[in-house]
């Protein structure tokens, strides 16, 4: 074996702890940078590359650093991102929203700002977005132009019911409440309720899935108020997603998977990975898979395939600090949205592996009237039959 071979094969003693504790220090630049908007992003990009230059310098000494290395640079984003969203590598158009207000972006890169929304989300077939302001609900069309309003206290997280988008579940403070898609017939559902989006059962009207204020999981018919069924998950869920065909509700807790048959039935529990804790998830337009994001150590992207079965399970990206995930709308790439790194990367989930990044996405989602600061990914629309995804 040649001097070079190894030495690259060898490894110092507690090298592994010397990378978590590199972790560390990263990440604690991170967290503890200044707040505030683009005055200070030099500011805190400069801590954070001056802590990772301690980090490496901790463990120059041994081939461990190498290592290290490529692990801090993992944490402050890919490398050689595109400056700017020039396309999209699927089909499609993505919809962002934040303090910048709601953006569309088009297949080709160019985004149309379609107001000053918090909150947004796409009707089944694109062709509207329902959107929220702190005491609005509205309707617009994907130029912005209005539609119908209804003023209500704090208003959050708007839902269309697919395939027809005849009704819109949002959120008013600790109230569930519903309104027809024309924006009549506005009424309460349920309350008090945990401040989680609802998530509507694609196919059979009008079943929507909640999460009481207690923490009970509760699917109920809108159109005559009946409780279809509840269940008591044990832990706080976060997150809910019906699978496309309306036959499995996924509930998203930060120490585990549940999914449920549409009739309640319970019908497994993956525990979040040792260590970790769930952030956030998003299921493939097919239902099949789930894309599902956790921090710990590190904050890592998993693909499980198969959910319903055997799940094969596969971790797609790892950094520091990961944020949201969203399908394409043929769930062959999965979008990551990294606010750290002030990046989007995406994912190839299906056939040749393969990782795109763009960065300074706050700056192209800012307005003239706020700074800019990362924004929310709504949905990435629409799959070959018209639904959003």
Not at 136 to 152: D, H, K, N, P, Y
Not at 173 to 192: C, I, K, M, N, Q
Not at 317 to 325: D, I, K, S, Y
């Amino acid at each position: 074996m040649s001097a070079k071979r190894t030495l690259n094969s060898f490894r110092a003693p507690d090298e592994r702890g010397a990378e978590e504790r590199a972790w560390e220090v990263v990440r604690a630049a991170y967290r503890e940078r200044a707040p505030g908007g683009r005055r200070h992003a030099f500011a805190r990009r400069a801590g954070v590359v001056a802590a990772s230059i301690v980090a490496v310098g901790v463990v120059a000494l041994s081939p461990a650093g190498a290592t290290v290395g490529r692990l801090v640079d993992r944490a402050l984003g890919v490398q050689h991102p595109a400056p700017g969203l020039f396309s999209l590598p699927a089909p499609g158009r993505i919809l962002v929203s934040g303090a910048g207000g709601t953006w569309i972006v088009a297949a080709n890169g160019s985004a149309r700002r379609i107001g000053a929304w918090r909150q947004a989300s796409w009707s089944p077939h694109g062709l509207y977005l329902t959107v929220a302001a702190r005491d609005e609900l509205a309707a617009v069309s994907t130029r912005g132009v209005l539609q119908w309003t209804l003023i209500r206290p704090d208003v959050s997280d708007p839902r269309w019911y697919a395939p027809s988008g005849y009704r819109v579940a949002y959120l008013s403070g600790d109230e569930l409440r519903d309104v027809a898609g024309d924006g009549t017939g506005d009424h309460l559902l349920a309350a008090p309720v945990e401040h989680v989006a609802p998530a509507w059962r694609p196919g059979h009207p009008y079943q929507l899935a909640y999460v009481t204020a207690a923490g009970g999981l509760v699917v109920r018919d809108a159109g005559t108020g009946a409780k279809l069924w509840s269940a008591n998950p044990g832990v706080r869920v976060h997150e809910l997603a019906w699978s496309a065909d309306g036959q499995r509700l996924l509930a998203l807790a930060s120490t585990a998977v549940l999914l449920y048959a549409g009739d309640g039935r319970r019908l497994s529990t993956r525990p979040a990975p040792a260590g970790g804790s769930i952030v956030g998830g998003a299921l493939s337009p097919d239902g099949r898979t789930l894309a599902v994001v956790t921090d710990g150590s590190s904050s890592t992207v998993t693909v499980y395939s198969d959910i319903a079965r055997h799940p094969v399970v596969r971790r797609v990206l790892a950094g520091l600090e990961l944020g949201q995930v969203a399908w394409s709308p043929n769930g062959q790439w999965v979008l990551v949205s990294w606010p750290a790194a002030d990046q989007w990367v995406f994912v190839r989930v299906a056939g040749k592996p393969r990782i795109a990044a763009v960065s300074r996405i706050s700056q192209q989602f800012s307005s003239r009237l706020t700074s800019a600061r990362f924004p929310a990914l709504e949905g990435w629309c629409c799959n070959a039959r018209g639904a959003a995804g």
